[in-house]
């Protein structure tokens, strides 16, 4: 049974980056049996996928935001991590990690709520 | 990007009424479909995955059906833990969620 857990500042200032870190336990970042993805949700709004990192290093992007976002592996932490650039407002939102076997994902922390504001 | 839109957006129930929710994708995604439960304040759960495959331990009351661009899930007698919002989800490489079906009392 997988565990993911978010972390990183629950603020971030306007224009500047955001960045999370989702730690795994009981599996390996570095398996080729999952992939691995951010999905956000902004406050009493449906989900929204963010991207999603394949074994091997591939990485997936929402196309809004691709210009901004890079989904990165970090095997010798056993963790995977987002970064979303020049955030505004709109970027506040509960972000979740999640894993899948290629078929949705089965596996999601618990969410981390980050907010944009000066 | 592939839009997914779901129907209806809330949903009245009484507790053992048969609940559809449908999902259509603005291109052919053949059975490249999963559905989710989230409840308030709780992350999303897999119930179903490739359009009509139950997750382990998701109840049998839950179906899903369909594939191309048209998709439901259904709930054969709802049950009190059911009330939730429910969410479709198409993956291959690149993913998108439907908006949302809130099935309330």
């Known amino acids: 049974q997988l565990h993911l857990q978010e972390s990183g500042p629950g603020l971030v200032q306007p224009s500047e980056t955001l960045s999370l870190t989702c730690s795994v336990s009981?599996?390996?970042?570095?398996?080729?049996?999952?992939?691995w993805g951010w999905v956000r949700q902004s406050p009493g709004k449906g989900l929204e996928w963010v991207g999603t990192?394949?074994?091997?290093?591939?990485?997936y992007y929402k196309s809004s935001l691709k210009s901004r976002v890079t989904i990165s592996v970090d095997t010798w932490k056993n963790q995977f991590s987002l970064r979303l650039s020049s955030v505004a407002a709109a970027d506040t939102a509960v972000y979740y990690c999640?894993?899948?076997?290629?078929?949705?994902?089965?596996?999601w922390g618990q969410g981390t709520l980050v907010t944009v504001s000066s | 990007d592939i839009q997914m839109t779901q129907s209806p957006s809330t949903l009245s129930a009484s507790v053992g009424d048969r609940v559809t929710i449908t999902c259509r994708s603005s291109?052919?995604?053949?059975?490249?479909l999963a559905w989710y439960q989230q409840k308030p304040g709780k992350a999303p759960k897999l119930l179903i995955s490739e359009a009509s495959t139950l997750e382990y331990g998701v109840p049998s009351r839950f179906s899903g059906s369909g594939s191309g661009t048209e998709f439901t899930l259904t709930i054969s007698s709802l049950q009190p833990n059911d009330f939730a919002t429910y969410y479709c989800q198409q993956y291959n490489r690149y993913s998108t969620f439907g908006q949302g079906t809130k099935v309330e009392i």
């Open positions: 009981d599996g390996s970042v570095t398996s080729s049996t999952y992939f």
């Open positions: 999640a894993a899948s076997h290629g078929d949705g994902f089965d596996y």
């Open positions: 990192i394949h074994h091997g290093g591939t990485t």
């Open positions: 291109q052919s995604i053949s059975t490249w």
